[in-house]
């Protein structure tokens, strides 16, 4: 749920509670259809920096074999990336 919360709600409603907040401040004329523009401006950036973010690999090298976690012997052996062969 955190995960969906950060990745998902925030970026969406961050853009929303800003415009809020501003909105709220005493003696801010304000200009709706300026206003709604930067509002989705900044909802795209947000998304896209979220995207950026998730998509950078912060792991080990993505070549080889995946060997999901099993059981054996009684123990959970975890999940790994076994070296590519050498050809």
């Known amino acids: 749920m955190g995960r969906v919360f950060l990745t998902i709600i925030v970026p969406l409603l961050l853009p929303t509670a800003i415009y809020a907040l501003w909105r709220g401040l005493p003696g801010k004329p304000v200009n709706l259809p300026a206003a709604w523009v930067w509002l989705a401006v900044a ?12 998509s950078v690999d912060f792991g080990g090298s993505k070549h080889g074999q995946y060997v999901p976690p099993h059981v054996s012997g009684g123990r959970v052996v975890s999940g790994r990336v076994e070296p590519a062969p050498q050809r």
């Open 43 to 54: 909802g795209l950036l947000l998304a896209s920096l979220t995207l950026v973010v998730l």
